[in-house]
């Protein structure tokens, strides 16, 4: 069974950057495409970004493209997220989760799409 644990979440001002860390522990995460949601107060859970197992495929959401960028490094069982220049509407626990099938070379957006969740890490951008 896979745990994750997300870090590098916190308090940051607007304009700012953060880098999020998602670590994977009790079995490889290689061949799985990860992703990251996030769920601000009041709201649904919405997709963030995705990639798939190798690497070669990434997705963002409208919202955040051309300031967040995924990526993984799968020597350490680990995925990232890289954002930049954060809005007080980025605001928001964001999870890191891993696919529910291995090998697919595309990624996926739906929630449902995805199997072990972390536990989350709190974003807090000020104005």
């Known amino acids: 069974q896979v745990q994750l644990v997300e870090s590098g979440g916190g308090l940051v001002q607007a304009g700012g950057s953060l880098r999020l860390s998602c670590a994977a522990s009790?079995?490889?995460?290689?061949?799985?495409?990860m992703g990251w949601f996030r769920q601000a107060p009041g709201k649904k859970r919405e997709f963030v970004a995705a990639?798939?197992?190798?690497?070669?495929?990434?997705y963002v959401t409208d919202v955040v493209k051309g300031r967040f960028i995924i990526s993984r490094d799968n020597a350490k069982n680990a995925v990232f997220l890289q954002m930049n220049s954060l809005k007080p509407e980025d605001t928001a626990v964001y999870y890191c989760?891993?696919?529910?099938?291995?090998?697919?070379?595309?990624?996926?957006?739906?929630?449902?799409?995805?199997?072990?969740w972390g536990q989350g890490t709190q974003v807090t951008v000020s104005s």
């Open positions: 989760a891993v696919d529910r099938a291995p090998l697919r070379l595309e990624v996926r957006t739906p929630a449902y799409e995805y199997t072990t």
């Open positions: 009790g079995r490889t995460v290689s061949n799985y495409a």
């Open positions: 990639i798939n197992w190798n690497g070669a495929s990434t």
